[in-house]
């Protein structure tokens, strides 16, 4: 990366820390260890391992995962539009191509299960923000 790429990548960073992610994230984990142990230490001993509760705790986890990397998605995106907004438009997007490269192309099932937004999107939501007057 060049020296205005490797900005880009800082502001992104930095962005996630002035949105405060790591806690929002925290907060999605613990209400999924809540849940978890509300399963394992009340429904099951209550009800029993019948099919139906283990249906019920797979699809916890299930929406857990899907809940999880959605937002992450939205903390990617929200990051990026922190750099984006510091002036780093063209860099950061020719950063995430550089980064991203052989990943660049996901399909539909892997978009779902993605901690990032693919990075197609991702450049299409930075060349579609408001542009800045020029880049760093």
Same mark, same amino acid.
């Given at each position: !990366?060049?020296?205005?790429?490797? &900005? ?11 949105? &405060? ?10 209400? @999924? ?15 029993? !391992? ?11 986890? !299930? /929406? ?12 990617? +995106? #929200?990051?990026?539009? @922190? ?8 860099? /950061?997007?020719?950063?995430?191509? &550089?980064?991203? @490269? ?7 099932? &892997? ?10 999107? #991702?450049?299409? +939501? ?11």
């Amino acid at each position: !990366l060049n020296d205005n790429e490797l &900005k880009a990548v800082i502001y992104h960073e930095l962005g996630h820390i002035v949105n &405060k992610d790591t806690y929002k994230s925290l907060i999605v984990s613990i209400a @999924y260890s809540l849940i978890s142990v509300m399963m394992l230490l009340y429904v099951i001993p209550r009800i029993g !391992l019948t099919l139906i509760t283990i249906l019920m705790y797979i699809l916890i986890a !299930l /929406l857990a995962v899907i809940i999880s990397f959605t937002l992450s998605r939205i903390n990617e +995106t #929200r990051a990026d539009l @922190y750099a984006l907004n510091r002036g780093y438009r063209e860099s /950061l997007a020719t950063a995430l191509v &550089k980064v991203t @490269y052989p990943s660049i192309h996901s399909s539909l099932i &892997k978009q779902v299960f993605l901690s990032h937004p693919t990075t197609l999107n #991702r450049i299409n +939501t930075i060349l579609k923000a408001a542009k800045k007057p020029t880049d760093k």
